[in-house]
């Protein structure tokens, strides 16, 4: 079965940093590109950024350049989303998508609930 | 950054309705829209891919038509399992906007 499982939900302070993981199995990890969505809490889906496991070659919404890192271990068919510093407004759901050949992102994680608070 | 606007943002129906949901993108993207349907506390589902291709596994009721700028999806008979919030996305290039989603609720 093709899918993509994501680590557990995070409780975090303003300014701790964090990485959380996605792992994938039942396909070749290396050769799809793995995507990051938002969704604050009672909100929309925001694309976040996209990387290729098999080269590391990411590319970033504007919106989240400079304020995020995601990157890829093809070795251990891993992508991880990681914060230097989190803010409250981080708090949200974060999921990992697989890009299907074409574009569209057809195999979701499950979530993984970031919760930033003093 | 291209920009997504859907139609309506709530959406009143009942069971086996028409329901049609629109898409609108601030510059031409070819047919690379995707469909998506979230239910609450689920990740959200590929429903349709390439603005009319239906991702295998999804009922036949469900469907997508558009290109360039004008998108629209269409439910053909809404059944209870259909209300559920659904969202575009553009896909050109590598980036990925969404639209800001559409609640379909019972009437």
């Known amino acids: 079965e093709v899918q993509l499982v994501q680590s557990g939900a995070e409780v975090k302070k303003p300014g701790e940093s964090l990485k959380i993981s996605c792992k994938g199995s039942?396909?070749?990890?290396?050769?799809?590109?793995i995507g990051w969505v938002r969704q604050m809490p009672g909100k929309g889906l925001e694309w976040m950024g996209i990387?290729?496991?098999?080269?590391?070659?990411?590319r970033y919404s504007p919106s989240f350049q400079g304020q995020v890192t995601i990157s890829a271990d093809k070795s251990n068919s891993t992508a991880y989303l990681q914060w230097s510093s989190l803010k409250a407004s981080d708090t949200a759901m974060y999921y990992c998508?697989?890009?299907?050949?074409?574009?569209?992102?057809?195999?979701w994680g499950q979530g993984t609930m970031v919760t930033v608070s003093s | 950054d291209i920009q997504m606007t859907q139609s309506p943002s709530t959406l009143s129906a009942s069971v086996g309705d028409r329901v049609t949901v629109t898409c609108r993108a601030s510059?031409?993207?070819?047919?690379?829209l995707a469909w998506y349907q979230q239910k609450p506390g689920k990740a959200p589902k590929l429903l349709i891919y390439?603005?009319?291709s239906l991702e295998s596994g999804v009922p036949s009721r469900f469907s997508g038509s558009g290109s360039g700028t004008e998108f629209t999806l269409t439910i053909s008979s809404l059944q209870p399992d259909d209300f559920a919030t659904y969202y575009c996305?553009?896909?050109?290039?590598?980036?990925?906007?969404f639209g800001q989603g559409t609640k379909v609720e019972i009437k």
């Open positions: 990387i290729y496991p098999g080269d590391s070659d990411t």
């Open positions: 510059q031409s993207i070819s047919s690379w």
């Open positions: 996305q553009q896909y050109n290039s590598y980036s990925g906007t």
């Open positions: 390439k603005a009319s």
């Open positions: 039942g396909y070749s990890f290396s050769t799809y590109w």
């Open positions: 998508v697989r890009r299907k050949q074409g574009g569209a992102f057809d195999i």
